[in-house]
């Protein structure tokens, strides 16, 4: 899926809060990646509560949390970038599915990657799922990776690979 100089290139979101979850769902969208010689997007998105005289949600309250996240953000971008892969790390700061979907119409992302905790029964219930709501709003396809998926990754053999 090379692009030629006058279109844009394929571009892949992955979310991450660099749970055990979001590694897998990292280093499928890196596969990926490397595959479609696409351009990759790499999100987390900092939850967090302030105190309310502080308005700023990029304030003191968030600086350490955000200061972790761009470390990490750096760390996986440098092991994309070092496979051949542009990558842009980018850092949001509010609701999850909102960022994420707000990313991908930002970047006109083709796809989103996201991996997912496998939550089941009241504990999805009492905390909702972020995937879900990904996979019914996002303006993209969306790939949940858990863990069989990125188990059978290696699995996946195309004509190319061959």
């Given amino acids: 899926m090379k692009s ?38 790499v999100l987390s998105v900092v939850m967090g509560a302030w105190p309310a005289d502080e308005h700023d949600p990029g304030g003191r309250a968030l600086r350490p949390v955000k ?18 892969i542009a990558v842009d790390p980018h850092l949001e700061v509010g609701s999850p599915a909102e960022r994420i979907l ?3 119409r930002k970047m006109r992302a ?3 990657v996201t991996g997912t905790h496998g939550r089941g029964g009241i ?8 995937a879900e709501e990904l996979v019914r709003s996002a303006p993209c396809p969306v790939i949940t990776v858990n863990r069989v998926v990125a188990q059978r990754r290696g699995s996946i053999h195309h004509k190319e690979d061959q």
């Fill in 110 to 112: 083709d796809l989103l």
């Fill in 4 to 41: 030629s100089p006058h279109s844009k290139p394929f571009t892949i979101v992955v979310a991450t809060d660099f749970s055990k979850p979001a590694q897998r769902a990292f280093d499928y969208a890196l596969w990926l990646a490397g595959l479609l010689h696409a351009r990759l997007c």
């Fill in 102 to 104: 707000e990313t991908c």
């Fill in 67 to 84: 200061t972790a996240a761009l470390l990490q953000l750096g760390r996986l971008s440098r092991r994309a970038f070092e496979m051949g």
């Fill in 123 to 130: 504990a999805r219930v009492v905390l909702g799922s972020v």
